[in-house]
Nanobody, 115 residues
Framework: QVQLVESGGGLVQAGGSLRLSCAAS????????MGWYRQAPGKQRELVAT???????NYADSVKGRFTISRNNAKNSVYLQMNSLKPEDTAIYYC?????????WGQGTQVTVSS
């Protein structure tokens, strides 16, 4: 089992920045992909960004150029630097990790962007 704990959410004004962190713990031997998803009220959960253990990244079009995902394999951690935040970025952000084709999820952290 892998446990994921997110941190770094909060309230920020439009145009501001936040940095989310997620640390994995438990039985870890080789986490392949780590990433971030988000779910806004009344909407489906959507991909924000992913990163492989070798550093290959993938971003949703809506966050390209504003968000940066990074990872520290030694610490089993993934980060999301969010700049130029918009009100439409308001959502609960979930960390995810794939190990042996099993997806693990964190409990989420709230990000609220005020206009």
């Amino acid at each position: 089992q892998v446990q994921l704990v997110e941190s770094g959410g909060g309230l920020v004004q439009a145009g501001g920045s936040l940095r989310l962190s997620c640390a994995a713990s438990g039985t870890i031997f080789s986490i392949n992909v780590m990433g971030w998803y988000r779910q806004a009220p009344g909407k489906q959960r959507e991909l924000v960004a992913t990163i492989t253990r070798f550093g290959s990244t993938n971003y949703a079009d809506s966050v390209k150029g504003r968000f940066t995902i990074s990872r520290n394999n030694a610490k089993n951690s993934v980060y999301l630097q969010m700049n130029s935040l918009k009100p439409e970025d308001t959502a609960i952000y979930y960390c995810t990790a794939d190990q042996s084709r099993i997806d693990y999820w964190g409990q989420g952290t709230q990000v609220t962007v005020s206009s």
